[in-house]
């Protein structure tokens, strides 16, 4: 089949691709840059960019499906409104492009932050309102999109919505795998407080490919995995790695004091921040129970234990010389 990926060479796209060349598909890819993950892969690479129609047109062409990654992933504000063009501008100029080809279906990847949060022990499902107002641009911005791509009509959609992604293949290490680096190497003193729900990739993608046949047209599906706070999280780092892991927890008093610190340092270093005031929301309110009823039934999905892929991260980290 001729398949389509934006996104390609992402934290989920460049695994995705692997795995669809492997089931003998033809991969085509839109690139705004060459990016490091898909070095060597025999793709059919497409210069341009998510929000010209032109790429878009060359991208689709001939393609039976599209896989829709490209996005603006932001724990730092809307970026003078680049969150809202890439991820919803993005999103609007891919769809169109779609019903122009005639494509059959578009598999496009959400995020649960498109959903309202707030109490951690409520279950979250499908069902959940959008979150279309937050005062975090990256989820609204999902929101919007999310909330845009399930009324299209035309192409069959399937959206798939995924929690924290951690797992192999994490090259230019993502705000997760960074911490993961951290957390092996003691770069992290002390963590804040909260957790989240962590996802494998691998579980993710192999949704993924079977959504080009499977799944109901028109519905979203959140994919989990499990919930461990950042403590729990360094526990199971320190058992399936052997190394020593800190597991203090800075009161909220001291994290909420150290924001204007740790954003000039990041602007000093030109790095990402350590964390933010979004990133510290998101583990405040990170649900502890996402249903896997919807994506059960439709994929008969089972996320695979959180120690098994912490241990594959490591090893994959080791391989690819990220770690000494």
Known sequence: MEIAVTGAGGRIGNVLVRRLLDAGHQVRVLERRKRTSLAGVPVQRIEGDIN?????DTLLQGCEVVYHLAAFVSISGGHHGLVEKINVGGTRQLVSGAIRHGLR???????????????????IDENQPLAIDSSVAYNRSKAQALQFILNVRGPEIIALCPTAVIGPGDYEPSYTGQMLLMMHQGKLPLLVGGGYNWVDVRDIVQTALLALDRGKPGSAYLVSGHYASLSDLAKKVEAVTGVKVTRTVAPDWLVHLGLPFVRLYAVASKSDPLYTREALLALKEGARNISRLRVQQDFQYTPRPLEETLRDSYLWFEEHRYLP
């Open 52 to 56: 010209d129609s032109k790429s878009i």
């Open 105 to 123: 279906r578009i598999i496009y990847f959400g995020s649960i932050h498109a959903y309202q949060t707030g109490d951690p022990e409520l279950e």
